[in-house]
């Protein structure tokens, strides 16, 4: 089963109207009078924007659009895999793999297809588990095996050399693919990047304002919003009966994190990422019923032997591009591989490609730009 097939979305309308007629009958709670989003999403937000879900987002017409781009799915390692191709018309084109972070989808990268084409063939995965690439058939999807599927993918496309982007946790998996392969990958490039120090006091000793400034975003990020984490990495099927039952429940799971971590500048979600492409995103887990598939890649990834164990560094140089809301200091990213490349952008959150394409697209193609000369 190695084989690449075809693969088009198709989603029956039978399961559109049932999406339809679940969000309408959505049996709302209460909350405390003025919380705001302190304590999680507002119901009255909440309520909007699955009643425009519901009545007002053209499904099909999201459908088409992901549709205008080449999808294909292939088995690797008993895992479903699937992935947008776009070609590029360069003959000098790099091959470029990117991969999402949870709880995006290879949609979110839809704004940045055009600016990248020029210059690379797009491999747009769906991460193992979720969406189109789910939901899993086994356990031990950690994240070092995603990397040995991705590497596999490009393999059977015919690449032999080739650079990588990631987003979030699809950065470790970009940095895993490195690791892995630094005969195949040429450079990968991240944003949304994690880093942290270890107990060494050194870690600390002159760190810039920023660094400082990155650290307590760090430490606030450990101290207030890693509930999501904690579920998953522990309980993930549990949560699943919930998420995969209610659109709603699975709207308020994905839009959180689309407040919480894009762009402060914008006060709503649907500020910083289109509030169409935002439900795309949704629409992508709902339709696949990934949520409990993907809530297991925590678990897996919690559960790994070699997950804190040490690894050699990797030789693959890495580009870095901070938004306004990253936790990557320096010096600790260079204890995994190479820093040649390091960008302080004005504007941006976690989902870059999709709240700043312009800014992702310049700084994917000026690192690889550097490799390539």
């Given amino acids: 089963m190695t084989e690449i097939r075809p693969f088009r979305i198709e989603i029956a309308q039978a399961d559109v109207d049932d999406l339809r007629d679940r969000l309408r009958r959505t049996r709302w709670g209460a909350e405390i009078p003025g919380q705001g989003w302190d304590r999680g999403v507002p119901v009255d937000y909440l309520r909007g924007l699955a009643a425009y879900w519901a009545d007002e987002f053209d499904w099909r017409a999201a459908e088409r659009r992901l549709n205008e781009l080449p999808q294909f799915r292939t088995e690797v390692d008993g895992q479903t895999i699937h992935f947008a191709h776009v070609r590029s018309t360069n003959p000098a084109a790099t091959p470029l793999l990117i991969s999402h972070d949870w709880p995006g989808s290879f949609a979110l990268y839809l704004p940045v297809v055009e600016a990248l084409r020029a210059d690379f063939h797009l491999v747009l995965v769906s991460n193992p588990g979720v969406a189109f690439s789910g939901p899993l058939t086994s356990t031990g999807w950690a994240p070092a095996r995603s990397a040995a599927a991705l590497n596999e993918v490009m393999r059977r496309l015919g690449y032999q050399r080739y650079g990588v982007q990631g987003t979030g946790g699809g950065a470790g998996i970009a940095i895993e693919m490195g ?19 270890s107990d060494d006091p050194a870690d600390f000793a002159e760190l810039t304002d920023a660094e400082q400034d990155r650290l307590r975003r760090l430490q606030n990020f450990r ?3 890693l509930g999501f984490n904690a579920i998953q990495s522990t309980r993930p099927q549990t949560l699943a009966h919930g998420l995969h039952d209610s659109p709603a429940g699975q709207l308020a799971w994905i839009v959180e994190k689309f407040k919480e971590w894009t762009d402060p500048a914008a006060d709503l979600p649907e500020d910083a990422v289109d509030r169409d492409l935002l439900l795309t995103n949704v629409s992508l887990y709902w339709f696949t019923g990934t949520a409990g598939s993907s809530a297991n890649l925590y678990w897996e990834a919690a559960h790994d032997p070699s997950a804190w164990a040490p690894k050699e560094k990797s030789t693959v140089p890495l580009g870095v591009a901070l938004g306004v809301t990253d936790i990557t200091v320096r010096r600790f990213a260079e204890r995994e591989t190479p820093v040649t490349h390091w960008t302080e952008l004005p504007a941006g959150g976690n989902f870059l490609s999709a709240e700043q394409p312009k800014l992702y697209a310049d700084d994917v193609r000026a690192f690889f730009a550097d490799l390539t000369a």
């Fill in 179 to 197: 690791r892995q392969a630094p005969d195949k990958v040429i450079g990968v490039h991240v944003n949304g990047h994690i880093t942290f120090p």
């Fill in 223 to 225: 101290d207030d919003m």
